[in-house]
């Protein structure tokens, strides 16, 4: 068994969706040697190789798995996210118990959307960092045209969670940031 428990350790507002919740739990074991083989069996998963990060949609959430903890996203409440962890940890324990029989898969997997990117920004259309609207910014900041930091909003405090989420949502698809 690679994976043997977990434990929520924080409960925050899911940016992304103001009615749910972003959990973190703690794990007690690593768990990335089992990513490339999760990456060649399920479908939509962003795997980051290099940072040892991989992110898995499922029913609308995003689950990242990191090698000593979980972010779940667009969760509805505890009881879920326990029901999602608990999914998780036999997901990966067979996966990893399998992974002779699984040719293990290294590339990056789906690529990031523009609208996952949309609803971590502050959303005002303020137009300041050059672009007609926030979504206009995001498919440019998708196409790795633009940086980050040219949403001067999302520098303040106001939108210091959603700039976090969103970091780690890029560093998780392989992009280049600016912290
Ligand atoms: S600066 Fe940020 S909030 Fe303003 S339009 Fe651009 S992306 Fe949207």
Redesign the pocket.
């Known amino acids: 068994m690679l994976l043997n428990s977990y434990k929520i350790t924080r409960v925050l507002p899911c940016l992304a969706d103001p009615e749910k919740i972003r959990v973190i739990a703690e794990i007690s074991d690593e768990i990335h040697e089992a990513f490339p083989y999760l990456n060649a069996t399920l479908k939509g998963c962003i795997y980051n190789h290099p940072a040892l990060t991989l992110t898995i949609k499922k029913d609308g959430k995003l689950l990242t798995l990191h090698a000593h903890h979980i972010t779940l996203a667009k969760i509805e409440d505890e009881k879920e996210a326990e029901e999602i962890l608990g999914w998780l940890k036999d997901l990966i324990n067979e996966t990893y118990d399998k992974r002779d029989r699984i040719e293990p898969n290294f590339s990056k997997g789906e690529e990031l959307k523009a609208l996952d990117i949309f609803k971590l920004?502050?959303?005002?259309?303020?137009?300041?960092?050059?672009?007609?609207?926030?979504l206009?910014?995001?498919v440019r900041l998708v196409g790795q045209e633009i940086d980050i930091t040219?949403?001067?909003?999302?520098l303040s405090e106001q939108y210091q969670e959603k700039r976090k989420v969103l970091s780690e949502l890029l560093h998780a698809a392989g992009f280049k940031i600016t912290s």
């Open positions: 920004l502050p959303g005002t259309n303020c137009k300041k960092c050059g672009e007609p609207a926030c206009a910014f995001a040219k949403c001067i909003p999302l």
